[in-house]
């Protein structure tokens, strides 16, 4: 039997995009949500929060998404939680590109708040069947 999806880390760089996306899946989606603004502070929360799957933005000052994946999997604690990339740059090849860097799925910006929850439940029970 799948766990249940619970607690999310999400770490987005967008003030706007993060606050619709944290209502969304509080909200609509029922789960816990730890918001980051940066992978820096994902770096920092992410190991005390201890999330069942991690929703990173790919395009971030600083350290991008992929180096922050890079980083959280360096964590022992992390090391084998699901990361979800957030993109605006959903083509083809940059979708193959993020999930050969360890994601287990890339969802598309802009999204639909009434879905996004939904979404994540179907990535979380697709990545434990296996």
């Known amino acids: 039997m799948v766990p249940p999806l619970t607690r999310i880390l999400y770490v987005d760089d967008e003030p706007d995009i993060r606050e619709v996306a944290r209502i969304a899946l509080e909200v609509v989606g029922g789960f816990e949500v730890e918001v980051c603004e940066s992978g820096e502070a994902a770096l920092l929360k992410a190991p005390?929060?201890?999330?069942?799957?991690?929703l990173l933005d790919v395009m971030?000052?600083?350290?991008d998404g992929p180096e922050t994946l890079k980083a959280l999997r360096a964590l022992d604690a992390l090391a084998a939680v699901p990361v979800v990339f957030f993109t605006a740059k959903a083509q083809r090849?940059?979708?193959?590109?993020l999930l050969a860097l360890g994601?287990?799925?890339?969802?598309?910006?802009?999204?639909?708040?009434?879905?996004?929850?939904?979404?994540?439940?179907?990535?979380?029970?697709?990545y434990h069947a296996g």
């Open 48 to 54: 005390g929060y201890q999330p069942d799957l991690i």
């Open 60 to 63: 971030m000052p600083g350290m």
């Open 93 to 97: 090849t940059e979708i193959a590109e």
């Open 103 to 126: 994601a287990v799925e890339v969802l598309g910006k802009p999204f639909d708040p009434m879905t996004i929850g939904q979404a994540l439940n179907d990535i979380w029970t697709r």
